[in-house]
């Protein structure tokens, strides 16, 4: 089974903090994503990898960047935490693109 | 933007009735997946159906794909109190790589 874990379940930052959240996939998986989901809007794609330092903006990349140095770890960097960043945070894999994604546990971050 | 819309946006029903979710869309799409999501916690893959496809079963679920009317219908028959939960269609878009989520149906199952 594909495990993908993210590094924290509940995280509570101030505005202006910088903000790292791991990925960490265990199944060699070319593709991973970062999403944000937030009620009733659904998830939104912030930015996906294809390869390692391989990076695409999705649909709402301002005010995030990513890192992916090695195949299996894929972070999210909020340079200074803003209220409006507040929501949960999913990473996902895939072995190909266009097909099924395996999801993380999902980091619910609150900032102040 | 939005791709998948699915339809009701809540369902309740008792346990061992059919649920029946729908989701519409707008463009041409070349493969449309179902996503489970228990409260709070990540999404797990459920089927995927391909544009050439009408109709696929996995357990309990059953998908099917009306590519002319551009919609989705997925069938939980006999329903479990732990099939509680929201329901996401994702379509992949031609030309795309990666799938558009829609808003998702919340079911609730009384035990």
């Known amino acids: 089974d594909v495990k993908v874990t993210q590094s924290s379940r509940y995280l509570v930052k101030r505005t202006g903090e910088k903000v790292f959240l791991e990925c960490v996939q265990d199944?060699?998986?070319?593709?991973m994503f970062w999403y944000r989901q937030d009620p009733g809007l659904g998830l939104r794609l912030i930015y996906f990898?294809?390869?390692?330092?391989?990076?695409e903006k999705g649909d709402i990349p301002e005010g995030y960047s990513v890192s992916r140095e090695k195949k299996e770890r894929f972070s999210l960097i909020l340079e200074s935490a803003s209220t409006n960043q507040t929501s949960m945070y999913l990473c996902?894999?895939?072995?190909?693109?266009?097909?099924?994604?395996?999801f993380g546990p999902g980091t619910r971050l609150t900032v102040t | 933007s939005q791709q998948g819309e699915e339809d009701p946006q809540a369902l309740s029903i008792q346990e061992g009735e059919n649920a029946t979710m729908n989701c519409s869309y707008k463009?041409?799409?070349?493969?449309l997946q179902w996503y489970r999501q228990n409260s709070g916690r990540g999404l797990v893959h459920l089927i995927l159906?391909?544009?050439?496809?009408r109709e696929k079963h996995s357990g309990r679920l059953r998908v099917t794909l009306d590519t002319s009317k551009k919609s989705s219908s997925l069938l939980i028959t006999a329903s479990r109190a732990a099939d509680t939960a929201s329901y996401f269609c994702?379509?992949?878009?031609?030309?795309?790589?990666?799938?558009?989520f829609g808003r998702g149906t919340s079911l609730i199952v009384h035990p």
């Open positions: 990898s294809y390869d390692v330092k391989m990076k």
């Open positions: 463009t041409s799409i070349n493969n």
């Open positions: 996902a894999t895939s072995r190909t693109l266009g097909r099924g994604q395996y």
């Open positions: 159906i391909r544009s050439n496809e």
């Open positions: 994702a379509t992949l878009v031609g030309g795309s790589y990666i799938p558009t």
């Open positions: 199944m060699d998986h070319e593709n």
